[in-house]
């Protein structure tokens, strides 16, 4: 018989780079961090890079920002739309916690802060309930960008073994 105190909680931390970084680094430190088994979820936050300009002379001309990206994570290819400035990540349990704190010393020499507490949703929202419904997935809880279109707010990152089942 398995006791409620021998089944491991998922635990969430944070990793805020001293910097913001760029897609380049962005991308190498989220595929390495994709290659890590027992990461359950993740959400990048950061200051977004705009489209248009969203006020004063120029307002409504198109931004051409250098570090507006298309990147590639796992099998999944996205726009980049912010400077990555945290990451938060939920994971099965404390083992997979130092493998991510081991990934984060090597790709990010310039330093960063490691928090663990409680960063995503664990209980839906008003929000999730709004803009998903009663009937949403559970593991989205949590994961949404309010000034995001419903189609652009979360990016399902898939792995090879992933591809292979559902064929």
């Known amino acids: 018989m398995v006791s409620a105190s021998d ?3 998922p ?3 944070e990793i805020f780079p001293k910097r913001l970084l760029g897609p380049e680094k962005a991308q190498k430190l989220l595929n390495e961090l994709s290659n890590i088994d027992g990461i359950l979820r993740a959400v990048i936050q950061g200051p977004r890079l705009p489209l248009k300009v ?3 002379p120029a307002t409504g001309e198109d931004v051409h920002h250098p570090d507006r990206k298309v990147v590639q994570i796992a099998n999944t290819t996205f726009e980049l739309s912010i400077m990555v400035g945290r990451i938060r990540l939920e994971l099965a349990n404390t083992d997979v916690k130092e493998k991510v704190r081991q990934v984060c010393e090597k790709m990010i020499p310039f330093g960063f802060e490691f928090r663990e507490g409680t960063f995503i ?3 839906s ?3 999730d309930y709004a803009k998903r419904g009663p ?3 559970p593991t989205l ?3 949404f ?3 995001a279109k419903i189609d652009e707010q979360v990016c399902i990152l898939k792995r090879d073994e992933d591809d292979e089942n559902n064929e």
């Open 145 to 147: 960008d309010p000034k």
């Open 121 to 123: 949703a664990k209980r």
């Open 54 to 56: 969203p006020y004063g």
């Open 141 to 143: 809880r949590g994961l």
């Open 7 to 9: 089944k491991e909680e």
């Open 11 to 13: 635990v969430q931390v």
């Open 125 to 127: 929202t008003v929000t």
């Open 135 to 137: 009937d949403a997935d």
